[in-house]
């Protein structure tokens, strides 16, 4: 225990014996106590009143010690036991300890209710994001997270704090986009939910329905405003999909469902007997049906990329044996072109994160047409290498050149617009559907890479496609079976 001040102890003890000790000196005074008892009787009541203090304010002393640990700690009070304390003093000493006690079963239940809100939030289906009163981000559940990144989100609540800090990123553009910023700015002042329909345009386009929702009174973490997200993209691209699919679709099929009609017109009537007429026409038909195949193929597969570029991949691929695989299955077309095939392909090259199926359709649809629309008997070559993409990011790039009469530049912007053709004729003629390449550009949007394409007439094309990646690994010794490697070509090849 503390040891008691000497001023206090006196003053208490003064208060104590005061009383008692002018009453002795009054009857000494008067002459009804003589002074020898008289002063026995004073020293007694100043050794009682000292006695009395000490003990009073040593009890006193012990429970403010006692309430402070207990404020510091957890709530328990529990005084010391050197020294019995006086029975007013137990009694305040046990009212304390049942109100602590009764402080520390609700704040144990406040925090059990604020862990069970925050997992309620945390899992949350919707993206939310709660910000203070000067429009920061406080924290994000786990669907923001993963909706904007966990680098973006941490960097966002780092700078929470900070009124001039940085705000950078996706959840910046939310927050700075014209309809976002006008509902915060009218939930504040008229203190009522707001909704906002926004589109972001980066990484890839999002379309994303805000509720912005004030708080009153402020939530624990000052949290002024709960902004819940939901993420339309997915919808709106399947109502855009619907239509264009009957649109587009419906133009397409037009010309080989005319002919198929037409010829089996023609069977029905003047060629039913003739044989030589009926072989002809069969394998024009079934041209043609191979064509519509073809066609509602890939329809369908940009529908479903379409559907899934707003969410980036969660996988790897090792490219290397998935070129290597999609160059064997093109062999027959190569054969058939008379085409000569150059592949100098990266062994450790690995593309992350990303969705080996779709990038092996990129590597298909990409070497397929260099050998429908490059020269027939030149020559296709395929690299595979390590790069540096925008913002010199590491990466693996993937280039397909051909030799062929190129594309005039003022095509070359349009020319992943889904059924754009250059030359519509010699397209069809080839087997295109016009989808090769809108198909190639959402997939590479969706692994947030890059196409590029170079080309002019009479100079070939070449396809360049940067995805992020890296080679984890030396460059593995060409194989004696491998196909030889060319030359780098030079960066006038065009894309096709």
């Known amino acids: 225990m503390r040891r008691l001040p000497p001023r206090r102890l006196l003053g208490a003890a003064g208060l104590i014996g005061a009383v008692p000790a002018a009453v002795l000196l009054s009857l000494m005074l008067l002459g009804a106590l003589a002074p020898g008892p008289g002063l026995l009787a004073l020293l007694a009541c100043g050794l009682g009143a000292l006695l009395v203090a000490a003990l009073w304010l040593g009890n006193l002393a012990r429970l403010a010690e006692a309430l402070g640990r207990a404020a510091a700690e957890d709530g328990q009070l529990v005084p010391p036991s050197s020294t019995p304390l006086l029975p007013a003093v137990e009694e305040i000493v046990d009212g304390v300890a049942r109100l602590a006690r ?11 209710l604020r862990q069970a809100d925050a997992a309620i939030v945390e899992s949350l289906p919707d993206p939310l994001l709660v910000l203070s009163p000067g429009r920061r981000p406080l924290r994000a559940n786990a669907a923001a997270r993963a909706l904007f990144g966990e680098a973006a989100v941490s ?249 062929g009469p190129g594309i005039p530049r003022e095509h070359i912007p349009r020319l992943t617009e889904r059924f754009y053709r250059v030359d519509k004729g010699r397209s069809r003629s080839a087997g295109g559907t016009g989808l090769g390449l809108a198909i190639v550009k959402h997939v590479v949007n969706r692994h947030r890479g890059q196409l590029t394409i170079e080309s002019g007439e009479g100079m070939g094309a070449l396809f360049r496609v940067w995805l992020p990646g890296a080679v984890r690994a030396p460059v593995a010794e060409a194989r004696p079976d491998a196909p030889a490697a060319m030359p780098s070509r030079s960066p006038r090849r065009g894309a096709g």
């Open 155 to 403: 960097a966002a609540e780092a700078a929470g704090g900070d009124a001039a800090g940085p705000r950078d990123g996706d959840i910046a553009a939310l927050l700075r986009h014209p309809a976002m910023a006008e509902a915060v700015d009218r939930a504040l002042a008229e203190h009522r939910p707001q909704t906002a329909d926004l589109t972001l345009p980066v990484p890839v386009a999002r379309e994303i329905a805000a509720q912005v929702i004030p708080m009153e009174p402020p939530l624990a973490d000052g949290g002024r405003l709960v902004i819940v997200l939901s993420d339309r993209t997915r919808e709106r691209a399947l109502e855009r999909m619907r239509a264009d699919f009957v649109a587009n679709a419906s133009h397409e099929l037009r010309t080989p469902l005319a002919s198929l009609i037409g010829f089996i017109e023609t069977l029905r009537g003047p060629a039913e007997d003739d044989p030589a007429a009926r072989t002809r026409f069969l394998g024009i038909m079934a041209e043609q049906s191979e064509r519509m195949r073809r066609l509602i193929d890939d329809l369908l597969g940009l529908s479903r990329v379409e559907m899934t570029e707003h969410q980036p991949p969660t996988g790897t691929a090792r490219l290397a044996p998935m070129v290597r695989g999609e160059l064997e299955a093109l062999e027959p077309l190569l054969r058939g072109r008379r085409i000569r095939l150059q592949a100098r392909l990266e062994e450790a090259a690995v593309a992350s994160p990303a969705d080996p199926e779709q990038l092996a359709q990129v590597v298909r649809n990409l070497v397929e047409n260099a050998i429908r629309h490059g020269r027939e008997g030149g020559e296709v070559t395929v690299t595979l290498r390590g790069g540096e993409g925008g913002g010199r990011r590491a990466g693996v790039v993937l280039e397909v050149a051909d030799d």
């Open 102 to 112: 009764t402080l520390a079963e609700r704040d144990l239940l406040v925090g059990r």
